[in-house]
């Protein structure tokens, strides 16, 4: 037991030095450089800027020795995305230094996860939600899962669990559907995740970050084809009507 003990430990060293090696593309969603009003377009010639928030994929090692993610079932009582299943975070705060700091002070506020216990390591692509916020995913790793207590904001999350993280690559429980908004096609992932009687399906936005977070982690692609779109930001605050609107739920 020991010997596994050691090697488990040294295989979370590795990865721990390889993720902080990662550099993530240049975001497509940093605003533009301030440019003039458009003349005679009182108020719609205002720049877009969109919110950011962060989410953090928090890691850790099973019994089995495979890698875990947490999740949340968010607050049925919520006013958008009740009762889905989401990764803890949420949208950055004044005084919040970075999106490590946002991630993790989100996710003591809604799971009471001490950032103590979290060891940031990555920050990867960023994403586009379907109310144009950029979301920033934040990779941290937890070695001691017995160390954190769980004390849920039942105002926010009704449920916390994980999931092996590897099978966000793999074929098997999932689900998919084509869609297309604004000329561009696209695929939604389901995932079905069963652990005694419950039942969790984690899909769109967070599947897509957790896709990308596993094929970063694995350091390989998904064993399914993944159609991604990417939505440039509007211009001008005008211009978001027509972004938002449409049949995408995610």
């Avoid at 960023?126 to 950029?134: A, E, T």
């Avoid at 084509?178 to 992932?189: C, I, L, N, P």
Wanted: hydrophobic share 40%; net charge negative.
């Amino acid at each position: 037991m020991a010997g596994e003990d050691c090697s488990s430990g040294a295989e979370m060293d590795a990865l721990v030095r390889r993720l902080r090696l990662h550099r993530p593309p240049p975001s497509p969603y940093d605003p533009e450089p301030a440019a003039a009003p458009v003349p005679g377009t009182a108020g719609d010639g205002e720049l877009f800027r969109p919110r950011r928030a962060a989410v953090l994929v928090c890691l850790f090692r099973g019994d089995g020795g495979e890698l875990r993610v947490i999740l949340t079932k968010r607050s049925s009582s919520l006013s958008t995305h009740s009762g889905e299943v989401s990764l803890p975070g949420g949208k950055v705060e004044e005084g919040d230094a970075d999106d490590a700091a946002t991630a993790l002070r989100e996710s003591k506020e809604e799971i009471g996860l001490d950032p103590a216990l979290v060891t940031v390591v990555a920050s990867l692509e960023h994403f586009l939600s379907k109310h144009l916020l950029v979301v920033v995913p934040v990779v941290g790793i937890l070695s001691d899962r017995q160390a954190f207590k769980p004390a849920l904001n039942i105002a926010e999350v009704d449920e916390i669990f994980d999931v092996p993280l590897e099978m966000f690559l793999k074929d098997e429980n999932r689900t998919s559907e084509e869609r297309e908004k604004m000329g561009q096609a696209f695929t939604v992932h389901y995932f079905t995740y069963e652990k005694g009687i419950q039942k969790y399906l984690i899909w769109g936005l967070t599947a897509r970050i957790l896709i990308h977070a596993a094929s970063v982690v694995y350091q390989r692609p998904p064993d399914f084809t993944e159609r991604r779109a990417h939505f440039k930001l509007p211009k001008f605050t005008k211009d978001c009507s027509s972004m938002l609107a449409g049949p995408t739920k995610h």
